[in-house]
Nanobody, 123 residues
């Protein structure tokens, strides 16, 4: 069974930094793209950053130059380094991984969401 465990959220002052981690556990054979989404109160969930299986990255414009996504394939973990945080970055951050192949499903990949971790940036 695949599980996603997120960590690293918390309360930080504006201008500060946080590093989010999302570890994917289970009998993993491969993972496709790994992403971070966020959802602020009263707003739809938005894609923040994605790192592909080929290590290409893409970011929403509002975080470019401040956030950095990376992955460690040996640990099946994706990270989001968040610098120069702003109050408008306050949200629940969700990890999302796609095309996960396991020993139980080696040919058909499935997608998974993490439970979310709260990031609060105070003015």
């Amino acid at each position: 069974q695949v599980q996603l465990v997120e960590s690293g959220g918390g309360l930080v002052q504006a201008g500060g930094s946080l590093r989010l981690s999302c570890a994917v556990s289970g009998s993993i054979r491969s993972i496709g793209d790994m992403s971070w989404y966020r959802q602020a109160p009263g707003k739809p969930r938005e894609l923040v950053a994605v790192v592909t299986s080929g290590d290409s990255t893409n970011y929403v414009d509002s975080v470019k130059g401040r956030f950095r996504i990376s992955r460690d394939n040996a640990k099946n973990t994706v990270y989001l380094q968040m610098n120069s945080l702003k109050p408008e970055d306050t949200a629940v951050y969700y990890c999302y991984v796609d095309r996960v192949k396991t020993d139980q499903s080696p040919y058909y990949g499935m997608d998974y969401w993490g439970e979310g971790t709260l990031v609060t940036v105070s003015p």
